[in-house]
């Protein structure tokens, strides 16, 4: 029996995924498989029995990457499974700033008690007078699963489209609207938006992008939303052009104890996946990625080892191997195999950074000679006979 920990609760239309073969565990530390959507694991120590965490949604900060790459522990993610839930959130960001909705609707609650409200309210509601996003042009930064939809429902609202992604994927490439104007670098984003919508992940060189030097590229009145990470936006900075009239308004899904106080920023509790559809989404995507790589070994949306998928095996015997990077470790793999007189059929190599992934498929099952011999080469993290 696979055990699985849920260090938060999982939607059931996830859960109810496990095969009969896995079952859960409130006991971190004899846990197989982990499931985790916003619980901090640097604190945590990791038990020798991890294979795998799965991150119910896309960013992973909460997740010790580095010390799981160490162990052979595989961290995954689900991308693109809250994308939609976001999406729309980021157009509600967009027209609670073009409109003063939040203004207008507290001045009915004030006023609730004027028995002559439907007459008041057409003298007060000038002051509440936005503008509308059509005819406006929108940057967006960063075309992952998000930001494409973020590009392709505006154009769709009528809206002007750039978007800029050094990394943009042939996937998305292709989901991309040919309305959406491609340019090279965020610099033109920023001189040619009204509204600019920030979606990339939180890096050494992404954080604090948005600051008193890329602002000043931007338009004067340009609306920043920000439904990625709290860190790209250097909170001094715009707290300056929102006081100047630089920026008219922050929209962001990450308050914080400075921009939670600050006028002009309209927040919202990081609300972006919290909907029922993207917290089963996610854990469908959780549990099944969890599912593929206990049972047959393969990995899809690691954040730290490479994505290696031979399908079910239908072989004799399959084994994996997590391990370092290094030069002549191929060699070693099918050395070993073939001093135990083991026949290799298939395999495939990735690798990541500093890690890489084997799979062997063999004619014959492994010896626990040839596995340990595969154990005792320099750079091995961790091996497993899938079968």
Not at 176 to 196: F, G, P, Q, R, T
Not at 246 to 257: E, G, I, L, M, S
Not at 259 to 275: D, K, Q, W, Y
Request: with cysteine; proline share 3%; glycine share 8%.
């Amino acid at each position: 029996m696979v055990k699985v920990n849920c260090l938060n609760p999982i939607a059931k239309v996830g859960m109810s995924l496990l095969p009969d073969t896995f079952g859960t565990t409130g006991e971190f530390s004899e846990a197989e498989a982990v499931l985790v959507r916003s619980a901090s694991m640097h604190e945590l120590d990791l038990p020798e029995s991890l294979l795998a965490v799965a991150r119910a949604g896309a960013g992973v900060n909460n997740i010790p990457l580095d010390k799981c790459a160490e162990k052979g522990i595989v961290v995954f993610n689900t991308p693109g499974a809250n994308a939609n839930g976001v999406k729309e959130l980021v157009i509600a960001g967009m027209l609670l700033a073009a409109r003063d909705v939040r203004g207008g609707m507290q001045w009915v609650a004030d006023n609730k008690a004027d028995e002559n409200i439907n007459k008041t309210m057409e003298k007060a509601k000038a002051k509440f007078a936005g503008t509308e996003i059509q005819g406006k042009t929108l940057g967006v930064i960063g075309l992952g699963a998000i930001g494409v939809l973020v590009a392709n429902a505006a154009a769709k609202l009528g809206m002007k489209v750039v978007g800029c992604d050094p990394y943009l994927s042939v996937q998305n490439a292709l989901n991309l609207s040919n309305e959406v104007k491609l340019v090279k670098s965020n610099a033109e984003v920023y001189a040619e938006s009204d509204y600019i919508s920030v979606h990339v992940p939180l890096l050494e060189d992404t954080k604090g992008m948005i600051n008193k030097a890329s602002i000043s590229m931007m338009k004067d009145g340009v609306v920043i939303l920000n439904y990625a990470r709290d860190l790209l936006v250097n909170d001094d900075d715009i707290k300056e052009a929102l006081e100047s009239g630089k920026v008219r308004k922050y929209v962001t899904d990450f308050p914080n104890a400075k921009t939670a106080n600050m006028e002009g920023v309209i927040a919202f509790p990081h609300l972006g996946a919290s909907t029922e559809e993207s917290e089963d989404n996610c854990a469908v995507m959780a549990v099944n990625q969890i599912v593929n790589y206990i049972e047959n070994g393969n990995i899809v949306n690691s954040v730290n080892y490479p994505a290696c998928d031979m399908g079910v095996c239908n072989k004799a015997c399959r084994v994996t191997i997590c391990h370092k990077n290094i030069p002549n470790t191929i060699s070693q793999f099918t050395g070993a195999m073939a001093a135990e007189n083991i026949n290799i059929s298939d395999m495939v190599n990735k690798s990541k950074g500093d890690y890489a992934y084997t799979m062997l498929d063999l004619d014959t099952v492994a010896t626990a000679e040839a596995i340990a011999k595969i154990n005792a080469i320099e750079g091995v993290v961790k091996v497993r006979v899938i079968k």
